[in-house]
């Protein structure tokens, strides 16, 4: 927005802690993301943590929210969440100066398994949440099916999709041709193998393991060819390891292990890799972004019913879907991907709509309409 409209938007941040580094128990490491977050436009950190930030709902406290609201005196406050009491106090400061309150989130209905009673009070406490919200923006189809599922009226809905940002949108073929060589190199791997690969947190809920359970139904002729590549890191590394060393005595099919990989580095992996899985279980996978990164550069994904996403893109031509947990129907869809020829730019009119610049595009096309 800032690029597109020079003074539109002003950030305010809670905390740092993406950026200066903190603990990641589920990568099992210290982060600190080594791309430049905080350059080209203005912000604000408050600073607000309380014990270990984003651990629970009270570690990002909201205090100094109030005084920066007053000093920018915004035309309307977009929350990104409703996970902290700093969410919290930014929407309730907002509201009782009469500034109009947007909502961009992740929520849907269909990530994680739930009693019915804990569904019951869910539904009620949102409803309650989204009635005072001026505009909430929906980032697919299953977060607009959440929005409507809680009386928001189609009014106050407006589109905003998932994206992340392009690493490969300046590069020519010939330059993806050549990292991705390099790339296969360095790892040992063909030029010409079918590379697998999952890209995330090696936790329960990413469900990696099931990679190696899909290789018994694989065709034998596939077997022959696939190299299974994984970037990552988190506590199920030992078990992986081992299922990679009876993989390769039982099959010969081999394995890497990147380790953990920060965003700078991302674009090799994702060129060396043909098709990305990502398995996950109903745990949580509200819309899975390295499907986005992956088509970004060029890979097949497939991913199973339990990941957001899936009911965005599973009609484009090299994305395919899987019952959570379901290791024969994972073969098959990685069978079916593997006969396409690798192509870096066949999803590239398809992710126009879930890009950075048409995010920013739907938000300023409503602050403009806001403001006058």
Known sequence: MEELHPGSVHVVYASDCSVVGHADNEFGITIGWDIPMLKGYPYSILNCEKGAPLSNWGSLTGEGVKAVINKINPSAVLLTGLNYKFDLVAYLTARKSGIPVWLRCETQDYALKRSKLKEIYRLLVYSIAYRALNKIFYIGKLNKMHYIRHQISPVRLKPAYYGTKDLFIDMTAAQKNLIRARARLFAGIDLTAVVIGFSGKFIPKKNPEILFDMLAFLPTELKKRIHLYFMGSGALQPTLESKAAEAYRKYGIKTHFTGFV???????????????????????????????????????????????????????????????????????????????????????????????????????????????
């Open 262 to 372: 920060n965003q700078s580095k991302l674009v090799p992996h994702y060129l060396t890799m043909d098709v990305l899985v990502l398995p996950s279980r109903r745990m949580g996978e509200t819309w899975g972004l390295v499907a986005n990164e992956a088509m970004q550069a060029g890979c097949s994904v497939v991913v199973s019913d339990a990941v957001g996403c899936s009911s965005d893109f599973s009609s484009w031509e090299r994305f395919r879907v899987f019952p959570e947990g379901d290791a024969a129907a994972l073969a098959e869809k990685v069978t079916d991907l593997a006969k396409y020829h690798r192509e870096f730019d066949w999803a590239k009119q398809e992710l126009e709509n879930y890009s950075i610049d048409a995010t920013a595009a739907a938000l300023l096309r409503e602050l403009t309409i806001t403001e006058n």
